[in-house]
């Protein structure tokens, strides 16, 4: 791995990587050389399978996260690469570049991340159909400031009898018992 990115460091700026095993690595690129990354790692590299794509929304840095993980059967490596677009507020204004002409199965990943977090990818087929989430008019539920408990209260009825709890103290008691009890 290390010498795959050695190779491509002298025309691409790559962050610092980040090894979780000699065969995993992540590092993050910038958006507007991604394309002719992914390109030369799945032509050049043998990165022809690509594995996941997957976003997370840093809401406080204004930033969702992309990770692109491909993977090079042949020499057993899985390289994620990390691409930071600017967090737009309107769900649909944040926007990707497409990758489904280099991979086909990032269509289907690119219609989730366009219904879960609001992340538009133009030109990518179907992004704009229902996929998941059929009829959902609110907020895409996977961005940190959708606010799941108050949708559950406005949107199901509570059962009678039902009782709920906070999951931290149920936590505390399931797992330090004798803790509890000697605090008290």
Not at 38 to 61: N, Q
Not at 151 to 178: E, F, I, V
């Amino acid at each position: 791995m290390r010498e795959i990115l050695y190779r491509l460091k002298d025309r691409y700026h790559f962050g610092t990587p980040t090894f979780q095993r000699d065969d995993l690595c992540f590092v993050t690129v910038k958006r507007d050389e991604l394309r002719a990354i992914l390109t030369e790692l799945r032509d050049v590299e043998g990165f022809t399978h690509l594995t996941l794509l997957t976003a997370v929304d840093w809401l406080e840095e204004r930033l969702f996260q992309l990770t692109y993980l491909i993977n090079n059967r042949e020499a057993n490596l899985t390289l994620g690469l990390r691409v930071m677009l600017e967090r737009e507020d309107e769900p649909g204004a944040t926007t990707g570049d497409t990758i489904h002409d280099l991979w086909p199965t990032a269509a289907t990943y690119q219609r989730e991340l366009n219904e879960m977090f609001g992340i538009n990818f133009p030109g990518s087929p179907r992004v704009d159909e229902e996929f998941i989430l059929e009829g959902w008019t609110d907020l895409p539920p996977y961005r940190r400031d959708f606010d799941s408990l108050a949708y559950s209260q406005q949107t199901y009825n509570d059962l009678p009898g039902r009782k709920t709890h906070d999951p931290r103290d149920h936590m505390k008691k399931a797992l330090y018992p004798t803790y509890l009890k000697e605090a008290e």
